[in-house]
């Protein structure tokens, strides 16, 4: 059995002030039946990790570094995530690979470094609206599953997120029968290649909201999201998860 997870990614949004919105996101969740994660800039992991300790509420980064350390300016590893406390990161991102010309094999490499830091890592692929239209979907998905996906991931070390770059923060969201394909397509890439492909938690993200979270968590093989606009609020947020929780 999957645990759902409900994350949000803030991206290049947050500031300490903005962090009271985890506190009434923990007052509307005391006990979630679900896992819930909060990915926040990465000046503000550790102190929302030190924050919310004790509450069940996980923090992750949303990028790391390959190495552990050294001479990169700006950049953060891993292991530096972890002694902050959080216990996810995002790698792969679609606005990483296009804002910073990350490939697949430099993808899987930050998601080997997360494992080596005891992070879990959400790994992100998803299609561009040219290869949705040009029905190469399917092929770009599987280019991105085999490249960015470490032989050594686990169900335990590892998320698939489908995030299909067309629809992120555009209000644009697939149809059901799209999202089920690919998370279908995504299932049996997984079982095919992994002995335990069965368990590991795949996300669908862009443009969820409160509005549409209980239609898409509906679908099989949905056993999340990634929210980005939608989780930068309590109110927007709590929703979601409340959807999550019933689905
Ligand atoms: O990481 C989150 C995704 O990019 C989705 O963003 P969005 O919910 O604003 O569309």
Not at 160 to 182: H, N, S
């Amino acid at each position: 059995m999957r645990r759902k997870l409900a994350a949000g990614n803030w991206k290049m949004n947050g500031t300490p002030a903005e962090l009271a919105q985890l506190n009434a996101l923990i007052t509307a969740h005391p006990t979630p039946n679900v896992d819930v994660l909060i990915c926040p800039p990465s000046t503000l992991v550790a102190q929302a990790a030190d924050i919310f300790a004790a509450f069940p509420l996980a923090i992750g980064g949303q990028d790391c570094h390959t190495a552990k350390s050294g001479a990169h300016t700006g950049d953060i590893s891993a292991d530096m995530l972890a002694a902050a406390g959080a216990t996810y990161v995002l790698t792969g991102h679609s606005e990483r690979r296009t804002d910073h010309g990350e490939t697949d094999a430099v993808i899987a490499s930050k998601s080997t470094a997360a494992y080596d830091a005891n992070l879990t890592a959400i790994i992100c692929i998803g299609e561009t609206l040219d290869e949705r239209e040009g029905g190469t979907t399917l092929d770009v998905l599987d280019a991105q599953l085999a490249g960015s996906i470490p032989d050594t991931a686990t169900a335990a070390n590892t998320v698939v997120a489908y995030e299909p770059v067309w629809a992120i923060g555009t209000g644009k969201v697939p149809t059901l029968d799209q999202i089920a394909e690919v998370h279908a397509h995504i299932r049996a890439r997984l079982t095919a290649r992994f002995t335990d492909g069965d368990g590991f938690r795949i996300l669908y993200g862009g443009s969820v909201k409160g509005s549409n979270a209980a239609d898409i968590f509906a679908v099989v093989d949905v056993d999340g999201a990634l929210v980005g606009g939608a989780s930068l609020t309590a109110a927007d947020f709590s929703p979601i998860i409340t959807a999550l929780e019933n689905a």
